[in-house]
């Protein structure tokens, strides 16, 4: 059995986050990573911190 890897077109997945009573931050570089994870730490709900990602070749 192949493992394959979720391949939709565009989700906003900081959008269906908020649907699901979670914050929902989109980073763009390093330093907003660890900005937001640091809040997402500190949060009093679930966090989702949305890093973007490029296609490559699966490694499983």
């Known amino acids: ?3 394959r890897s979720l ?6 997945i900081a959008y269906l986050a908020r649907g ?3 914050n929902a931050v ?5 330093e ?4 937001e994870f ?3 730490l500190r949060a009093d709900m ?7 990602t490029a296609a490559g ?4």
């Open 7 to 12: 391949d939709l077109p565009g989700p906003d």
């Open 32 to 35: 907003d990573v660890e900005r």
């Open 20 to 22: 699901f009573a979670c």
């Open 38 to 40: 640091v809040a997402a």
């Open 57 to 60: 070749k699966a490694m499983l």
């Open 46 to 52: 679930p966090t989702v911190v949305v890093v973007p």
């Open 1 to 3: 059995m192949t493992c």
């Open 26 to 30: 989109d980073v763009k570089d390093v």
